[in-house]
């Protein structure tokens, strides 16, 4: 495992012999990696394979009753009424608050697994496991650019992408993390391939760029979080203090311009200052994986989310839990989610409400500044309609009413567009 440094006794042992065995530790620490991925792998399909199982459930159990009621079998089942963006209804256990469905985006046929929102608001890019990122304006209804081509050989041929996000210095620059060990960038507005950056020697995982420097930060499943000067296309620093995989990278904000924090299947969060790559935060909580992690600079907060049905918010001045809501006890007209993972979390650009991204197939809400004392609260909102998991939001803000609106990614393809009431 990366956190620890295997001490070897060199009397009586070659260079050689010395060597081979630390292949053999990296092999094995390699080897638990991929079993790990695999364990996730089977039980997000076992997951889908019980929901299926409990449609056609209740599916048999209605025929059923239709036969003995005399109904007979029905000639043609009846569709469910759709709304204005082909959706079904919104479910029981979901409500939307002041929030309205706006759009319903299609512009995958495959699990969509990121989405990020240009400063502007106007347009968003997704990272899909079709090998493309799409960039979707909002207001035309159409994708404007696809970068990424998988029937194009070369070095800009992207593998199944994780992680989207929009450079803060550069706005015409994006960023891809794919599972083939590299990160992508592109000029977004010319369709340009600038380059690829190799340095990790797993999946890649998640990227951040920095607010005021020209760096970017990756997570892999090599338990590493790379920082990487983007421009020249070279490593600053290899933090690799993580037990397992690295899901999760966020940059702490102009103020503490020199720190990031990570989140890890090792069920932690780390908090790294750049300089010299010291931990000067470890923060434990959580009893599963961690998926997400966003951070507020105007509240100073730190959010994670796991696969423990829990969100967990962490003063970045002590590294000190806040509180917690536990996605499990939320409060759904049909009943709790007892089954629920929470993935990518997400803070709007004011820091006053949080979006979790679930496996529910929901993007729960949280009202920030109106959590309780002791760090619980239910959510405000439960956006549904997905038929599989939502792994990421991103929040945006109406150029022209100022309005929040919130876009979910599922691995179920389409993307929900909502926009806030007033």
């Not at 590299?182 to 340009?192: A, D, F, I, P, Q």
Request: aromatic share 8%; net charge negative; with cysteine.
């Amino acid at each position: 495992m990366s956190d620890f440094t295997y001490q070897f006794e060199l009397d009586g042992l070659e260079i050689e012999q010395v060597e081979m065995m630390q292949k053999a530790f990296e092999a094995k620490k390699a080897a638990m990696t991929n079993m790990g991925k695999r364990h996730r792998e089977l039980k997000d399909k076992s997951r889908r394979l019980q929901q299926e199982n409990l449609h056609l459930r209740a599916r048999n159990q209605e025929l059923n009753e239709m036969i003995m009621s005399g109904g007979g079998m029905p000639e043609q089942v009846e569709q469910k009424p759709r709304n204005d963006y082909g959706q079904t209804d919104m479910p029981a256990d979901a409500f939307s608050g002041k929030y309205q469905l706006w759009d319903k985006i299609l512009c995958h046929q495959a699990p969509v697994h990121s989405v990020a929102m240009n400063k502007d608001s106007r347009m968003i890019a997704t990272a899909s496991w079709d090998t493309t990122c799409k960039l979707w304006d909002l207001q035309s209804k159409e994708v404007v650019r696809t970068l990424g081509d998988p029937a194009e050989e070369g070095t800009n041929r992207m593998g199944g992408l994780y992680a989207v996000a929009f450079a803060k210095t550069a706005d015409n620059i994006l960023g891809c993390a794919s599972c083939d060990k590299s990160v992508y960038l592109w000029n977004h507005t010319t369709g340009e391939f600038l380059n690829r950056l190799t340095g990790h020697c797993d999946e890649v995982n998640a990227l951040d760029f920095h607010c005021d420097q020209q760096v970017l930060a990756t997570a892999g499943d090599d338990c590493k979080c790379i920082v990487w000067d983007y421009g020249e296309g070279i490593i600053l620093r290899t933090l690799d203090k993580h037990l397992k995989a690295v899901y999760g990278v966020t940059f702490l904000g102009k103020e503490k311009e020199y720190l990031l924090a990570t989140a890890s299947f090792d069920q932690s969060i780390r908090c790294y200052d750049m300089r010299d790559k010291q931990v000067v935060g470890l923060m434990k909580y959580h009893s599963d994986d961690v998926i997400g992690i966003a951070y507020s600079d105007n509240k100073q907060i730190i959010a994670s989310g796991s696969d423990d049905g829990k969100i967990v918010l962490w003063d970045v001045r002590t590294f000190q839990r806040l509180g917690e809501y536990d996605t499990h006890v939320a409060k759904l007209e049909n009943g709790p989610l007892l089954e629920n993972e929470v993935k990518r979390v997400q803070f709007n650009p004011s820091g006053s409400l949080l979006a979790a991204a679930c496996s529910s197939g929901k993007a729960l809400v949280y009202d920030i500044d109106n959590t309780t004392r002791d760090g619980t609260g239910q959510p405000i909102a439960a956006l549904g309609g997905h038929r599989d998991c939502v792994f990421d939001c991103a929040w945006g803000v109406d150029p022209t009413t100022g309005q929040n609106m919130l876009v979910s990614a599922s691995h179920d393809h389409p993307l929900h567009f909502w926009k806030e009431s007033r």
